[in-house]
């Protein structure tokens, strides 16, 4: 069984995302387990403080490292995955995705204010943003993250591993075709022929060519 922490100084953020969707449905079926640390838990004095000015000057308030070692040190099991959410990491994938589902623990640290300590770097394993942009707080990044883990461990969705093979960014590393239901013909808008002929080959060499029109005309970069 996956092991998820999040350490965070807004717990409360994840109060809907645990409760809702495939990660509240994984929980309940015993495939993972999610717990929700307060950062000021763990913080320096009587006011529990986990944040001070940046030496050297500069706007804003700095991320202080000695609650974070001792929340890390207190959570993380021996062989956790220690992932930090920073936008000046580089970009979380799929296949990131993959290799975390696998792990039996994954720590998320979630940054707030300017950011962390750098000595605060040298606890986390991986480090990871969500794009070339910056929040807040690394809490959205970190649901996010989680969400991509949790919907891959085995039983997770209920189509099993077909569900998310095929998918976008899957095996092959294209995006998806394509997909239509009923009705046939929505305001002239047809389904394609192929899908209708019940020729499996055909279906499939149909979602084959729109997959790789779609990754070129939307994302190029893939193609590499």
């Not at 062989?79 to 993959?98: H, I, K, L, Y």
């Not at 290799?99 to 606890?123: I, N, P």
């Amino acid at each position: 069984m996956l092991k998820i922490d999040v350490i965070s100084v807004q717990p409360r953020m994840f109060d809907g995302f645990l409760t809702e969707s495939i990660v509240s449905r994984a929980v309940a079926k015993g495939l993972c387990e999610v717990r929700v640390v307060d950062l000021r838990e763990y913080g320096v004095g009587r006011w529990r403080k986990v944040d001070e000015r940046p030496y050297g000057g500069g706007p804003g308030m700095l991320m202080r490292c000695e609650p974070w070692f001792a929340a890390v040190e207190a959570v993380a099991l021996p062989g956790a995955r220690v992932v930090m959410t920073t936008p000046s990491a580089p970009r979380f994938t799929q296949r990131d995705a993959e290799d975390l589902s696998r792990a039996g623990q994954v720590v998320f640290m979630c940054g707030h204010y300017e950011g962390f300590d750098a000595r605060v770097r040298t606890l986390a394993t991986d480090a990871f943003s969500v794009g070339d942009f910056v929040m807040t707080g690394g809490e959205i990044a970190a649901a996010a993250m989680a969400d991509a883990v949790v919907r891959l461990i085995p039983g997770a969705i209920g189509a099993g591993p077909a569900a998310t093979a095929d998918e976008s960014f899957g095996r092959d590393g294209l995006l998806e075709a394509p997909q239509y239901t009923q009705p046939r013909e929505f305001r002239g808008m047809r389904v394609p022929d192929e899908l209708l002929s019940g020729d499996h080959a055909r279906i499939a060499a149909w979602r084959r060519r729109e997959a790789m029109r779609i990754t070129q005309e939307e994302r190029p970069d893939l193609l590499k």
